[in-house]
């Protein structure tokens, strides 16, 4: 390697390393430098502390550290990757940070002081789990920035009514505005997966919600889009059917998809008061 780590070509990083991506790791590698500038600039990056995942050969990497960020945490599992980004640090100096860990299970909050804003081209095998665990601590972020597979983010962003309007859009947009704000096709990665790919951007809504009424809207969607295609005194049958619903003031015969944030936040206050 020579001159400027922040402007070698990703092919030749990828070839040094011996950077294949890894079908077990969820890797498809995003190399054109245009669109991981376009990815960075859908986050506001001034002062902000980036926490990056599953970075690979660092593409997204470079743009947040050229960008306003004050700091930038890379959570890599894969030792070829981490060694990729070791060769930024010169140029990074302490705004670098790369830490070799499972993605799955950390504790996000503690790694950088506040604000913390994450970007990432989320590995897909476990994009909605950690998107699930980042939505119960969503005060803790400023924004959060991420690339999902293009039907799992509509799914994220879609409105009630819709066909993609299920569970995870009504968890998503109880804590934060959901936005697509970018489509990528296959061939933009290296190797191209099956999918288009998007990118959805979560700004946390002010007022959070308390942890227990979070809590109780996962149970009441997870029962009422549980079987979707049934009437809504059935589907939430074990919470008391038509009569839990009628203490929201909904009507039993609707189903789940028709119900909008509001009316889920409702039922999940219900369930809260019955299980005082």
């Not at 994009?127 to 980042?134: K, V």
């Not at 509509?154 to 409105?159: M, P, V």
């Not at 509001?262 to 219900?270: G, I, P």
């Amino acid at each position: 390697m020579t001159g400027d780590p922040l402007a070698e070509p990703l092919r030749e990083v990828i070839a040094r390393h011996a950077l294949a991506a890894r079908k077990a790791l969820g890797q498809h590698f995003l190399l054109d430098l245009n669109l991981t500038a376009r990815i960075a600039a859908a986050a506001p990056l001034a002062g902000a502390h980036v926490i990056e995942i599953g970075p690979g050969p660092g593409g997204l990497t470079r743009a947040l550290l050229t960008s306003e960020a004050a700091s930038v945490t890379a959570i890599e599992i894969d030792r070829r990757a981490v060694a990729a980004l070791a060769e930024l640090q010169p140029a990074a100096g302490a705004r670098l940070a790369v830490i070799e860990a499972d993605a799955l299970g950390l504790d996000y909050p503690a790694l950088t002081p506040a604000p913390r804003v994450i970007v990432a081209n989320l590995p897909y095998h476990i994009a909605t789990p950690l998107l699930i665990g980042w939505l119960r601590t969503a005060d803790a972020f400023a924004c959060l920035v991420l690339m999902f597979q293009l039907e799992v983010a509509e799914r994220i962003c879609a409105a009630p009514g819709s066909p993609a309007y299920g569970r995870l859009a009504v968890l998503a947009q109880f804590a934060c505005r959901a936005e697509l704000v970018l489509r990528l096709p296959p061939a933009a990665f290296t190797p191209p997966p099956a999918v288009a790919s998007a990118v959805v951007r979560l700004t946390p809504h002010t007022n959070q919600p308390p942890p227990a009424l979070r809590a109780a809207l996962e149970r009441v969607s997870a029962y009422a889009f549980g079987q979707r295609r049934k009437m809504l005194r059935r589907a939430l049958a074990p919470l008391g059917g038509a009569a839990f619903l009628a203490k929201a003031g909904i009507d039993p015969t609707r189903r789940a998809e028709t119900l909008s944030i509001a009316e889920f936040t409702k039922l999940a206050r219900v369930l809260m008061e019955d299980r005082v």
